[in-house]
């Protein structure tokens, strides 16, 4: 949702050479709208995520569970209390040997503590990716940075390693 939210998806993926993919459950029931200005100005105003013409242009599959170790993995994750999308989200990473992208904190700590062979990349980690390699104008950076805090409601908090780097870009 947070790439989404940035009006740039499309740019942000296509700067990324590495496969990327959405869990079935994440693109069927979670990943279903951003705000269309803010959830402070238009809390009931929202955009439909369209996923669809991204898969279309093979920036991004589908992933779902398929094996019993993997539905054994999501069971796992579901009883440390994370929702269902970041269950099966990390099932899937981990029994694929996949990075997963999240910024769930509590997600992070588990993963981390079980999977720590795998790496967990950040909505900024993404955007600064997007930043060196598809090099967009610094105010649209500025503008995807602005957004994702909107409309998908993102917080960046202070101890994150690229918090600099986000604030730096958003007052250009």
């Given at each position: 949702?947070?790439?989404?939210a940035?009006?740039?998806?499309?740019?942000?993926?296509s700067?990324i050479t590495?496969?990327?993919a959405?869990?079935v459950?994440v693109?069927?029931y979670?990943?279903?709208?951003?705000?269309k200005?803010?959830?402070?100005?238009?809390?009931n105003?929202k955009e439909?995520?369209?996923l669809?013409?991204?898969i279309?242009?093979?920036?991004?599959s589908?992933?779902d569970?398929?094996?019993?170790a993997?539905?054994?993995?999501?069971l796992?994750?579901?009883?440390h209390?994370?929702d269902?999308?970041?269950?099966?989200?990390?099932?899937?990473?981990?029994?694929?040997n996949?990075a997963?992208?999240?910024?769930?904190?509590?997600?992070?700590?588990i993963?981390?503590?079980?999977?720590?062979?795998?790496p967990?990349?950040?909505?900024?980690e993404?955007?600064?990716?997007?930043?060196?390699?598809?090099?967009?104008?610094s105010q649209?950076?500025c503008?995807?940075?602005?957004d994702?805090e909107s409309r998908?409601?993102f917080l960046?908090?202070?101890?994150?390693?690229?918090?600099?780097?986000?604030?730096s870009c958003?007052?250009i």
């Amino acid at each position: 949702m947070n790439l989404y939210a940035s009006g740039r998806i499309d740019e942000v993926l296509s700067s990324i050479t590495e496969s990327l993919a959405v869990a079935v459950y994440v693109m069927k029931y979670e990943a279903l709208a951003i705000y269309k200005e803010s959830k402070q100005s238009t809390p009931n105003a929202k955009e439909a995520i369209q996923l669809q013409p991204l898969i279309e242009k093979n920036l991004l599959s589908v992933a779902d569970l398929e094996t019993h170790a993997e539905k054994a993995s999501f069971l796992s994750f579901s009883e440390h209390r994370l929702d269902d999308g970041e269950a099966a989200t990390m099932a899937i990473a981990c029994e694929r040997n996949w990075a997963v992208a999240t910024d769930d904190r509590l997600a992070i700590r588990i993963f981390n503590s079980q999977y720590e062979h795998l790496p967990i990349i950040s909505t900024p980690e993404i955007m600064n990716h997007w930043h060196k390699h598809g090099q967009p104008e610094s105010q649209v950076l500025c503008q995807a940075l602005i957004d994702i805090e909107s409309r998908a409601n993102f917080l960046l908090g202070r101890h994150h390693p690229f918090y600099e780097w986000w604030q730096s870009c958003k007052n250009i």
